[in-house]
């Protein structure tokens, strides 16, 4: 181990009260950055049962004494420990190194996750659990395709940095973790990605194999889906109580065929899926239409199509049977993430 110096004292946890060093560097890379943190042994036993373990195999150890504090040599990435224990000190706010609302990039967010899980410090994995949550949600009403599609920090709510190729990590992680709730949105969400993107993904391992079978045989249905939820609506003609009948059917007429472009991937940009059209569809609606009888009838008739097909994501992507996920896991998960998802 190379001599302590001052200059490797983190600035963000240093805590005068503190009776314990822990010092973070990465185990077998000889040049490898070191960190030293110095926190209140009591706090982090109550806050962290991985950490409560190092320290109690501490015990047993000579330990080099620095600061007037035993040395305790975590074998991690200093920055990752350093996130893992000024959630521990300071907690999740304002004035902490993560809040509540701020947008952080998805591999912060993955981040919190991995440590959250392999430390066992249930406020950092449940805040990022909650954080992927808000991107991948169980429930329509919280699902915004403008996540995905609008690169700005400036949506509200937005409470992290996400791709739609970001959707494989987490289908990934949904496994590790047992987080089984993410993944209809996140399969979803993929199976929105050209088939192109699909297979780069499956030739460089971002999702294996089950996965990616499971989003290509999803394909056909939601491309059937997709044509009842717009096509359908707008053939089905102007409402009952509509005045300008005629009128209002040849614009319908012309929606339909906007409609039909976006789905086959005619029009140029990305192709919307037939959950994130309604946007799209109403601000059409807007744009053609006088009848506001027509416009509440197209769209009462989207929303009820599009409640349908998230209801039924479960089905279509094989995750009806709650067996499923945990089989799914079996095959993901590897023995060494096993032993780590002890902590869980
Ligand atoms: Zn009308």
């Given at each position: 181990?190379?001599?302590?110096?001052?200059?490797?004292?983190?600035?963000?946890?240093?805590?005068?009260?503190?009776?314990?060093?822990?010092?973070?560097?990465?185990?077998?890379?000889?040049?490898?950055?070191?960190?030293?943190?110095?926190?209140?042994?009591?706090?982090?036993?109550?806050?962290?049962?991985?950490?409560?373990?190092?320290?109690?195999?501490?015990?047993?150890?000579?330990?080099?004494?620095?600061?007037?504090?035993?040395?305790?040599?975590?074998?991690?990435?200093?920055?990752?420990?350093?996130?893992?224990?000024?959630?521990?000190?300071?907690?999740?706010?304002?004035?902490?190194?993560?809040?509540?609302d701020?947008?952080?990039?998805?591999?912060?967010?993955?981040?919190?996750?991995?440590?959250?899980?392999?430390?066992?410090?249930?406020?950092?994995?449940n805040?990022?659990?909650?954080?992927?949550?808000?991107?991948?949600?169980?429930?329509?009403?919280?699902?915004?395709?403008?996540?995905?599609?609008?690169?700005?920090?400036?949506?509200?709510?937005?409470?992290v940095?996400?791709?739609?190729?970001?959707?494989?990590?987490?289908?990934?992680?949904?496994?590790?973790?047992?987080?089984?709730?993410?993944?209809?949105?996140?399969?979803y969400?993929?199976?929105?990605?050209?088939?192109?993107?699909?297979?780069?993904?499956?030739?460089?391992?971002?999702?294996?194999?089950?996965?990616?079978?499971?989003?290509?045989?999803?394909?056909?249905?939601?491309?059937?889906?997709?044509?009842?939820?717009?096509e359908?609506?707008?053939?089905?003609?102007?409402?009952?109580?509509?005045?300008?009948?005629?009128?209002?059917?040849s614009?319908?007429?012309?929606?339909?065929?906007l409609?039909?472009?976006?789905?086959?991937?005619?029009?140029?940009?990305?192709?919307?899926?037939?959950?994130?059209?309604?946007?799209?569809?109403?601000?059409?609606?807007?744009?053609?239409?006088?009848?506001?009888?027509?416009?509440?009838?197209?769209?009462?008739?989207?929303?009820?199509?599009?409640?349908?097909?998230?209801?039924?994501?479960?089905?279509?992507?094989?995750?009806?049977?709650?067996?499923?996920?945990?089989?799914?896991?079996?095959?993901?998960?590897?023995?060494?993430?096993?032993?780590?998802?002890?902590?869980?």
């Open positions: 181990m190379s001599a302590i110096t001052q200059n490797m004292h983190s600035n963000l946890v240093w805590l005068e009260q503190g009776d314990v060093v822990f010092r973070a560097q990465v185990a077998n890379k000889p040049f490898s950055r070191a960190q030293l943190f110095k926190v209140p042994k009591d706090v982090i036993s109550k806050e962290s049962l991985g950490l409560k373990k190092i320290l109690n195999e501490s015990r047993k150890q000579r330990l080099q004494v620095y600061a007037d504090c035993p040395v305790i040599l975590v074998d991690e990435d200093p920055d990752n420990l350093e996130l893992v224990l000024a959630v521990i000190c300071y907690g999740i706010g304002k004035n902490s190194v993560v809040d509540y701020t947008c952080l990039p998805f591999s912060t967010v993955v981040t919190m996750l991995h440590m959250g899980v392999k430390y066992r410090v249930d406020l950092l994995r805040e990022a659990g909650r954080r992927l949550s808000k991107c991948f949600p169980s429930i329509l009403e919280e699902y915004n395709p403008r996540l995905f599609s609008d690169p700005s920090r400036n949506i509200r709510g937005k409470l940095d996400v791709s739609r190729t970001d959707a494989f990590e987490v289908i990934r992680l949904a496994h590790q973790y047992r987080l089984h709730f993410l993944l209809p949105a996140a399969y969400v993929a199976a929105q990605l050209p088939m192109r993107e699909l297979f780069l993904a499956l030739e460089t391992n971002q999702i294996p194999m089950i996965d990616f079978k499971r989003i290509v045989c999803a394909y056909t249905s939601l491309q059937r889906l997709s044509v009842h939820v717009v359908e609506v707008l053939w089905q003609g102007p409402a009952k109580t509509c005045i300008t009948h005629e009128m209002c059917r614009k319908l007429n012309s929606l339909v065929s409609a039909i472009r976006d789905s086959y991937e005619i029009s140029p940009g990305p192709k919307k899926g037939c959950l994130d059209r309604r946007d799209v569809l109403e601000s059409l609606m807007l744009q053609v239409y006088d009848c506001a009888d027509c416009r509440a009838h197209v769209m009462a008739q989207h929303d009820t199509g599009r409640s349908a097909t998230w209801d039924q994501l479960k089905t279509i992507f094989g995750l009806e049977d709650s067996r499923t996920a945990e089989g799914d896991m079996e095959k993901h998960v590897s023995e060494r993430e096993k032993a780590c998802m002890n902590y869980v």
